[in-house]
T-cell receptor
């Protein structure tokens, strides 16, 4: 069975440009999470989907970030326009039920220059 | 929401020495999970503790959940270079919407 996959693995964009990250969770996992880790610091929660609904988006830094999960399958996280401080590794994770083991993707390393 | 403090933030040990990281909450937790992230890798689930006073072992790793379910620890006996990475705890608490949040992590360096 495929794990959580993220695309792209790396992205380098200029300040002001738009980037869209994609996450394909494990099939059948209703819970999907987005996180960001900057410079080896904490894993910062961004938001949580249950199926196609945003259960909690309290971690989204501002309105330049937009996450969607149409149909409750894969999810996208769009940053528009990107700023320098958006650089970091964006992780997606999925779990079958609330509070159970989360499986992480390999992450997307975003560099804004 | 649930918040936890992890200490220490960094730990350098000589290979063969023991290592312990602590995860502390001001509120009672329903459960706690531990994850490990190797340098350049992604977080990987290690274990979940649910019961008060629970102790679980995985080879050289020992996980404990406090009697009051407000703290937890991960102890590694006789560290090896393969133990290098950052260890995160993730609390589950009553009233939690189900989102998974993480402590600040403890980064372990092991000198061969």
């Amino acid at each position: 069975e495929a794990g959580v996959t993220q695309f792209p693995s790396h992205s380098v964009i200029e300040k002001g440009q738009t980037v869209t990250l994609r996450c394909d969770p494990i099939s059948g996992h209703d819970n999907l999470y987005w996180y960001r880790r900057v410079m080896g610091k904490e894993i910062k929660f961004l938001l949580h989907f249950v199926k196609e609904s945003k259960q909690d988006e309290s971690g989204m830094p501002n309105n330049r970030f937009l996450a969607e999960r149409t149909g409750g399958t894969y999810s996208t996280l769009k940053v528009q326009p990107a700023e320098l401080e958006d650089s970091g590794v964006y992780f997606c994770a999925s779990s079958a039920t609330r509070g159970t083991e989360a499986f992480f993707g390999q992450g997307t390393r975003l560099t804004v220059v | 929401g649930q918040q936890v403090m992890q200490i220490p933030q960094y730990q350098h040990v000589q290979e063969g020495e023991d290592f312990t990281t602590y995860c502390n909450s001001s509120t009672t937790l329903s459960n706690i999970q531990w994850y490990k992230q190797r340098p350049g890798g992604h977080p990987v689930f290690l274990i979940q503790l649910v019961k008060s006073g629970e102790v679980k072992k995985q080879k050289r790793l020992t996980f404990q959940f406090g009697e009051a379910k407000k703290n937890s620890s991960l102890h590694i006996t006789a560290t090896q270079t393969t133990d290098v990475g950052t260890y995160f705890c993730s609390p589950g608490g009553s009233g939690n919407t189900g989102k998974l949040i993480f402590g600040q992590g403890t980064t372990l360096q092991v000198k061969p």
